[in-house]
């Protein structure tokens, strides 16, 4: 027999948001989704720590990374649910999984498969830019490459499939 | 006399995005804001590298923090530019900024002043508990505890001030 759970759903695993102390000092995860039913994640490499991606999770998306420690995102650009590494075979696996004061952002730390990418551009990072301080008010800011080389070409890993980027 | 650049305003300094090639590979920050003028911004520590907070830039916010290398915010909850450390000293040194492939999200690497500290609760990092991974899929998901104390009293520092965490 299911237990009783006054906070918990039988379709999810997440407690109902019913106080500020509860959200920001409690033991039970009560995440919370914005208009559109996403909550953003932060995905960092594990072991270097630099930032690798910043992704979206729907209910659904959220519920399987934690069931199965492995990072599911929801994509905007596709809507669907996407399973990170399906086609490229970068499948993030997590180390740990972090939730902030009030239960609003993910934070992922992964090792990721195969040659460690995590960007579509085929660079390690998608924050691969740096953007220049400081500079000259009346120009548009500048970026410099932080990283110099793509770890594969796109064109081998997706094929013809439509770039998610979107003006 | 302001010299004539095709792709910047006279308010702002970003590049418009023509596009997918120049966004991913271009050498401009054109940025892209969602549907409320807004662009998610990690902010990491620049020694430790662990994720401090996700706050939200307006062009605003975005510019500011180019100009005078302290992040700035936009708040949601009080709905004005937030010039974070303001109140509570806690000001942040932006080292490195970088702009992510499709430009919709900006990573902030960061020192912080005083004790260091993000987070409104007290704690150094917003992301203080950890969700626990393949738990009892029937029960709402555990939290533990991975900062086990505050670095300070938010009474101390905010006074009477509102709690931003809204439920």
């Not at 033991?27 to 930032?51: Q, Y």
């Not at 199965?68 to 650009?77: F, P, Q």
């Not at 924050?127 to 800011?141: A, D, I, K």
Request: charged share 30%; proline share 6%; net charge negative.
């Amino acid at each position: 027999m299911r237990p009783e759970h006054a906070d918990s759903t039988a379709s999810e695993p997440f407690a109902a948001r019913r106080t500020v102390e509860q959200v920001e000092e409690g033991l039970a995860l009560a995440p919370k989704f914005d208009v559109d039913g996403l909550i953003p994640c932060v995905t960092t490499d594990a072991d270097i720590g630099d930032v690798l991606m910043l992704g979206y999770m729907n209910r659904d998306a959220l519920q399987r990374t934690i069931a199965t420690g492995e990072a599911h995102y929801w994509s905007r650009s596709r809507q669907c649910l996407w399973r990170k590494g399906t086609t490229s075979g970068l499948v993030q696996k997590v180390v740990e999984m972090r939730i902030d004061d009030d239960q609003d952002a993910v934070w992922l730390r992964v090792r990721v498969a195969g040659s460690g990418a995590s960007c579509h551009v085929g660079y390690r990072s998608c924050f691969y830019r740096s953007v220049e301080l400081r500079g000259p008010p009346e120009e548009p800011t500048r970026l410099v490459f932080a990283e110099t080389r793509r770890t594969f070409d796109p064109k081998d890993v997706y094929g013809d499939a439509p770039n998610p980027t979107q003006l």
